[in-house]
């Protein structure tokens, strides 16, 4: 739904289907709270950065498509975030690699 919408690029929705399956339902919806805010602390972020930098950045720059004037944000960063943080707490890693 949110690919439909033009809220999440293709890679960025697969990439959360994938870690959703990691996780399993009981920790899916930490996962999921923890992805929004990381999402939103990312997004807010950006938008003073690339307030600060407008103008000073080249078109050629490596940089220019993450900070230059553009609504577009890299969510995997914020969904690898959640993954991480909820990473302790899913049943394959208690499972297998604490025992």
Do not use: H
């Not at 997004?43 to 004037?69: F, H, T």
């Amino acid at each position: 739904m949110l690919f439909v919408l033009n809220r999440l690029g293709g890679g960025d929705v697969k990439l959360l289907a994938a870690a959703a399956c990691w996780t399993g339902f009981a920790i899916l919806p930490d996962f999921l709270i923890v992805v929004g805010l990381a999402g939103g602390v990312l997004a807010l972020g950006l938008l003073v950065i690339r307030r600060l930098l407008r103008g000073r950045i080249a078109e050629d720059s490596p940089l220019a498509r993450l900070l230059g004037q553009t609504r577009d944000v890299p969510y995997g960063i914020a969904i690898a975030a959640g993954g991480i943080v909820v990473w302790p707490k899913m049943d394959l890693v208690t499972r297998f690699l604490i025992n």
